[in-house]
């Protein structure tokens, strides 16, 4: 994730984490096609297709959905990532990128209630 927002700079990047049993297996980057990408997220429609059909045959489910916020050391949603968090139990990551540091910070976001609230998660090898 890390990479793929590095790599984004100035703009956002968005992508999807597989697995099964809680355990992120596999990472699907999606391109931003964004109209203000700078700011924003909206995955590719045929990237999204071609992730959801890669999950299935590898029978992981969706687990986490990432993107990044540029130019933010401490990132937290924005009322946009709120207002489009259409996957319910799925942990919104966040990648914050401050130059060529960069931090994560995990997020269950409710759209119907518009509230966010922090996710505990461990990272391991």
Sequence with gaps: M???ALQALPHECCGF??????????VY???NVAANSLTEYEAAPADLFQAQRQMR??????LAIYHSH????EPLPSETDVEKAFYRDVI???VGCDGDKC???GFYLDESKRL???ADFMVSD
């Design 103 to 105: 931090v994560l910070r």
């Design 116 to 118: 966010w609230e922090r």
């Design 70 to 73: 540029p130019r933010q050391s």
């Design 92 to 94: 919104y990551f966040i």
């Design 57 to 62: 045959e590898r029978g992981e489910q969706l």
């Design 2 to 4: 890390f990479a793929d």
């Design 17 to 26: 984490l597989g697995g099964s049993e809680d355990a992120i297996k596999s």
């Design 29 to 31: 980057r999606l391109r």
